[in-house]
């Protein structure tokens, strides 16, 4: 069974450009949320999301970061323009329910790095 | 609002000896999900245990033991006889039932066992 994929692992940035992450949940999930951590620091909500709808935005930057999870194909999570302060590990994980006692199982995170 | 705290940031031992690691929360929930994640040296995010607020039996899982007490709004999490394969960053976090589905995450400890 495929976990949550992600990809690419690493990625580079110069400033100004632009950034896409990409997640793949486990194979039925339909719930994706993505969280991001900076150096040292534990992770921090950014926005959750079922088949084409954001839910949960409220951890988001307000400018320059956007997200979806198109009916096909993978979550992406967009980041325009970037800064330095965006240089982060970015994690994606799924879950089958959004409901009840379940668990959030992660991806192996892509860690962007902004030049 | 919620919150997770894990006072101890870096806890240091030597090979078999046992290590509590702390995590203290807060939520207004009265029905609410704990969990333990490992984040080894490669940097993916392992779940350990989720524990729903209204189970407060301890549990325990090999040389891994969870004290929960809703008195104390504490979750601690114990590895006997450490290894040093057991080295990671340790985060505990929270989920309520109200609204939003995002995981709370403490700052996370850093365990390093010592050969």
């Known amino acids: 069974n495929a976990g949550v994929m992600q990809n690419p692992r690493h990625l580079v940035r110069r400033r100004g450009q632009e950034a896409r992450l990409r997640c793949s949940p486990v194979?039925?999930?339909?719930?994706v949320y993505w969280y991001r951590q900076l150096p040292e620091e534990g992770l921090k909500f950014m926005v959750y999301?079922?088949?084409?709808?954001?839910?949960?935005e409220s951890g988001m930057p307000k400018e320059r970061f956007s997200a979806e999870f198109p009916k096909e194909g993978p979550s992406i999570l967009r980041i325009q323009q970037v800064v330095r302060g965006d240089s982060a590990a970015y994690f994606c994980a799924s879950s089958p329910t959004a409901s009840g006692p379940y668990e959030q199982y992660f991806g192996p995170g892509t860690r962007l790095t902004v030049t | 609002a919620q919150k997770v705290t894990q006072a101890q940031t870096e806890i240091s031992v030597v090979e078999k000896e046992d290590v509590t690691l702390d995590c203290v929360y807060e939520?207004?929930?009265?029905?609410?999900?704990l969990f333990w994640y490992k984040q080894p040296p490669s940097g993916e995010l392992v779940f350990l245990i989720r524990?729903?607020?209204?189970?407060?039996q301890n549990e325990i899982s090999g040389r891994y033991s969870w004290n929960f007490q809703k008195s104390t709004s504490s979750f601690n999490f114990t590895i006997t006889a450490s290894q040093v394969v057991d080295s990671a960053v340790y985060f505990c976090a929270l989920r309520g039932i109200q609204g939003a589905q995002k995981l709370v995450f403490g700052q996370g400890t850093r365990l390093t066992i010592n050969p």
């Open positions: 194979k039925g999930h339909s719930h």
């Open positions: 939520t207004r929930d009265t029905t609410y999900y």
């Open positions: 524990r729903n607020s209204f189970d407060e």
């Open positions: 999301l079922q088949k084409e709808n954001i839910i949960d």
